[in-house]
């Protein structure tokens, strides 16, 4: 699939035009035109649901609803892996009442064969675009078949330090570059911050395959980081802002708030507040 | 009262620098010199406690903190302006043991001289700085005896175009020019697009007054704009922050959010999120 092509794929899927190459990015500098940097932003905030993994299906879309979020991707606390197609039917309609956009799922882990095609028949019974996934690299080569197959995007998730496999977006781009572009990166920031990389310096590097994010905080740049509401850790949300606007990403930006388990909506809240601010006054 | 004697006291206080004469103000360009920016600015986020009107001072205190906010001001429902010595004393512990700094009171009415009296003996009980408040125009000249007796700022509140006496900071301005200079405005800045004025426009022409201000957001810039979650109206806030950075404001930024009067905190939370992406990212 050439570049272009899969430019007007992504676009065809409502998604990501985030296929410019990362040297033509086109710097933005900060002229005060905001205007015309407002119209040229055109990623969408979701949110990642395990934020809300203690709550039922339809609380946590009362939630999503109530901090102004329209796209969601489903943890498999609220939609299980396992279900039948009747559940997962019934699921989507209610979602659909909500006015909810369900854009993936995840995370799911892909340790073997059997699990990578339970993956993909649920992302397919689902509607989803999107599977955020942590694939075994044993299992890639039919991770790649079954995007082909199911024409569905797979976005690698990293988790940090202890992660042995995918700690970064760059571990996980090395292991999927000469894949089907469909195949790519969700860059989880608070993991990236916690391996000691810039998450904006990350999002330009591996723009190309950029599919998704997990946007956060994190109390320290380190292993020991735990997640805070965004604004009070020490990831910088403005460059990081700014870096998915320079790269043209069209995607979802999805809240994923661990903090607070039993009582996130406070924290989730202020972490979008947050972010919306962000965006306008950048 | 010179205005370097009223620098100097405001400063004392740990309070407004905010007697920068209009005319004289720097206009800080978007440069992109954000460190010197954000060094230059000396305002505070606080709240005015009339957002947890529905909750017991306790329970507002921990609300406050929960959403990162350090100075409040109280409304009545919190310390009833009728209070003994040793009520106030009581709520003044309660407050100091949560580490949030009690800097205000109100909105507080003085219809008469009576009311007067009672909100300063209120006031000077309670250790607060300001009082933000809608005195009579016929008991300013009490109101002004009271600020000198008690070195006690008096911030006059703007309620928007039902209001016939202040709907504005411009018609409060009127009335307080020639008086002492620590009688100045809280501009409330929902009331004050409500009236058809921005909001920013207003800080900048009244800076040499600006003592408090009420920050919140409007559905409309008509007397039908309900208080929205901050971000979702109509209000420009990056120009607003701006503004405040612009002219050395450098009392309290209090949130008042009126909406969702038994469950504010989302909402809340949300809206200091907001104000708190702007100032990082401006």
Chains 1, 2 share one sequence.
Do not use: W
Not at 43 to 53: C, D, E, I, N, T
């Amino acid at each position: 699939m050439s570049l272009k092509d899969r430019r007007r794929f992504l676009q065809s899927m409502g998604l990501a035009a985030a296929v410019t190459a990362t040297g033509s990015c086109q710097a933005q500098t900060r002229t005060g035109q905001i205007a015309s940097k407002k119209a040229a932003r055109k990623f969408k905030l979701g949110l990642a649901s395990y934020s809300l993994r203690k709550f039922k299906l339809e609380e946590a879309l009362a939630m999503t609803r109530r901090v102004g979020l329209e796209y969601i991707a489903l943890k498999s606390f609220h939609l299980p892996l396992e279900s039948t197609p009747e559940e997962i039917r019934k699921a989507i309609a209610t979602i659909k009442k909500t006015g909810i956009e369900l854009y993936g799922g995840g995370v799911i882990y892909m340790k073997d064969e059997k699990a990578v095609h339970q993956a993909f028949e649920y992302a397919r019974m689902a509607g989803m675009k999107i599977i955020i996934g942590v694939p075994m690299p044993d299992v890639l080569g039919l991770v790649e078949k079954k995007v082909k197959e199911y024409d569905i995007m797979v976005a690698i998730h990293n988790h940090g330090p202890t992660d042995k496999i995918y700690p970064t977006p760059g571990s996980a781009y090395k292991k999927i570059k000469h894949l089907d572009r469909r195949i790519g990166l969700c860059n989880d920031i608070g993991h990236t911050q916690r391996a000691g990389v810039d998450p904006s310096e990350s999002a330009l590097k591996y723009a190309d395959r950029l599919i998704d994010v997990h946007i956060k905080d994190v109390s320290k740049a380190a292993k020991e980081g735990r997640t805070v509401e965004i604004g009070r850790g020490v990831i910088d949300i403005p460059k990081f802002i700014r870096t998915l606007t320079k790269i043209n990403y069209a995607g979802i930006v999805s809240f994923e708030y661990e903090k607070d388990a039993t009582d996130p909506l406070a924290g989730l809240a202020e972490s979008v507040g947050y972010v919306k601010g962000v965006i306008a006054a950048s």
